[in-house]
Each structure stands twice: as C-alpha cells, then as structure tokens.
Nanobody, 115 residues
Framework: QVQLVESGGGLVQAGGSLRLSCAATGNIFMLNTMGWYRQAPGQQRELVAV???????NYADSVKGRFTVSRDNAKNTVYLEMNSLKLEDTAVYYC?????????WGRGTQVTVSS
C-alpha cells in the first residue's frame, strides 16, 4: 500500500507564490511517476505537472513557465513550486503516484488565489 500526504496549500494573492509538498510512504518501487493534479469546483480533475523518477517532466499548458515540479527521490517526495499565481489556479490540488499500473492519490490540499 502507498500513502501520500500533501502540505503547503493556502490562501495567496494573485501574483504570489506557494510551494506544495507531497511525501509518499509504503511500498514505493524504483520506477514511478509522481506529480500533481487539480480540481476546481464544477470542473474535472486535470493534470498540472508530473515528473518521472528519471527526471522527465510534463506540464499543463496553462502552468508552463509559472509552475515547477521537482522530486527528491531519496525522500520519495514531490514538490510543486507555483509562481505568478492567477485566480484560475484556485482548486484542490491532489498529489498522485503511478507505479506498476496502479494510481494512488492524496487527500488534496486547497489552493485559493484572491484578487
């Protein structure tokens, strides 16, 4: 079993920055992808940014140039550095880990961007 615990959400003004963290514990295998998805009210969950253990990354077009995903493989932790936040970034952000054809999710952390 795998557990994911997120931290770092909160309220920030437009243009500001936040850093999310997610630590994975349990049966973590060598090859996996970790990253972040988000879900705004009334919207479907969408990919924000993911990173493989080898360092490859993938970003949603809406966050390219503003968000950076990174990993500390020794700690099984993934981070999301969010800069130049916009009102439309407001959502619940979920940590995700994919390994061995299974997907695991954290409980989510709220990010609210105010004007």
């Amino acid at each position: 079993q795998v557990q994911l615990v997120e931290s770092g959400g909160g309220l920030v003004q437009a243009g500001g920055s936040l850093r999310l963290s997610c630590a994975a514990t349990g049966n973590i295998f060598m090859l996996n992808t970790m990253g972040w998805y988000r879900q705004a009210p009334g919207q479907q969950r969408e990919l924000v940014a993911v990173a493989t253990k080898g360092g490859s990354t993938n970003y949603a077009d809406s966050v390219k140039g503003r968000f950076t995903v990174s990993r500390d493989n020794a700690k099984n932790t993934v981070y999301l550095e969010m800069n130049s936040l916009k009102l439309e970034d407001t959502a619940v952000y979920y940590c995700n880990l994919d390994q061995l054809r299974r997907s695991y999710w954290g409980r989510g952390t709220q990010v609210t961007v105010s004007s």
